[in-house]
């Protein structure tokens, strides 16, 4: 399968463009983290979580009762539980001492749904702030351990740490701008959207990873060509094989965007967003950047 032939495009001497994006798009992401920060959802907060359900018969969906919570005026995260009857649990942002008016609220409002069977709160569980926060420290930890095992696998596969950290600062840009687009949308972050942050991650050292495979080949080979012509061959010649894939990725996560849902909306719009960072960084930051280092600090490739 081949979209175009042979391409022929000099990334090395275009260089500074693709970097002097990126280093706007994460200072943009930075700026607004700082100036923003996250709207966190209950996981990381705290909150009121309710397991509510209906008698056998009645016909209700996650739909039915989002709309009916709209209505009322309240907020809530929907998921439906697979059961013998219709069963949903809620997740509310509410405080502590206004739990009684929330239950309230919401078991009135979802009666309006099924007057004749009104539903029944099986469960009711307080989560209070300081799981929240020993939840953000758990979730900044596994990061921060995913991007220090990626510098070390990826180091010790090429013999060369200056790759390693060529890697992860073009995953690192990834990640940073699709949290700043977050920050700056104000869309809630839950641990599905940090799901996708690690996701893109693989995605992002996967794409850089090969065309680094390539670079490592043609220094084995062709030892007589210049370095900037040997980089800038290696990506020409992966450059199919990262459009077709991030193609099929987007394909899939452009119609979860569009027909999976209010609660898949936000993940998908995380991938997507990733995907076209990643492919870009590995194609404009991670070669290049291993390029400046070689030219500045050192006479020969390794």
């Known amino acids: 399968m081949e979209l175009f032939k042979k391409p022929n495009i000099d990334f090395i001497g275009l260089r500074w463009i693709p970097i002097g994006i990126s280093v706007v798009v994460v200072a943009l992401s930075l700026a607004s983290m700082a100036l923003k920060g996250f709207r966190y959802s209950i996981e990381f907060t705290g909150g009121t979580l309710l397991q509510v359900s209906f008698p056998a018969g009645v016909r209700t969906d996650v739909n039915g009762v989002r709309k009916a919570l709209e209505e009322a005026r309240l907020g809530a995260e929907i ?48 989560i209070g702030p300081v799981v929240g926060k020993d939840l953000r420290r758990r979730t900044l930890s596994a990061i921060v351990l995913s991007l220090l095992g990626i510098v070390v696998y990826v180091a010790y596969r090429f013999s060369n740490p200056v790759w390693g950290m ?14 700043g687009l977050f920050s700056f949308l104000g869309l809630s972050v839950d641990l599905l959207i940090v799901t996708a942050l690690l996701t893109i991650a693989g995605y992002s050292i996967s794409d850089t990873i090969v065309v680094f495979d390539r670079m490592r080949e043609k220094l084995r080979v062709e030892r007589a060509m210049p370095l900037d ?50 492919t870009y960084s590995s194609i404009g930051v991670a070669a290049p950047l291993v390029y400046e280092h070689q030219l500045r600090f050192r006479r020969r490739p390794r």
Do not use: W, Y
Request: glycine letters at 8%; proline letters at 4%.
């Open 166 to 179: 060529a890697g992860v600062i073009a995953l690192f840009h990834d990640v940073i701008g699709v949290a």
């Open 79 to 126: 998921q439906s539980v697979q059961a013998d009857r219709p069963t949903f649990i809620l997740r509310g942002q509410v405080a502590e001492q206004d739990v009684d008016g929330f239950v309230q609220k919401t078991m009135a409002a979802l009666q309006r749904l099924s007057p004749a069977a009104p539903p029944v709160l099986d469960r009711k569980d307080v």
């Open 229 to 278: 012509q040997m980089i800038n061959a290696s990506i020409n010649e992966t450059l199919l094989r990262t459009i077709i894939t991030v193609l099929t990725v987007q394909i899939v996560c452009v119609v979860l965007f569009f027909f999976g849902g209010p609660v898949l909306r936000d993940f998908a719009l995380a991938m997507i967003a990733g995907n076209i960072l990643g």
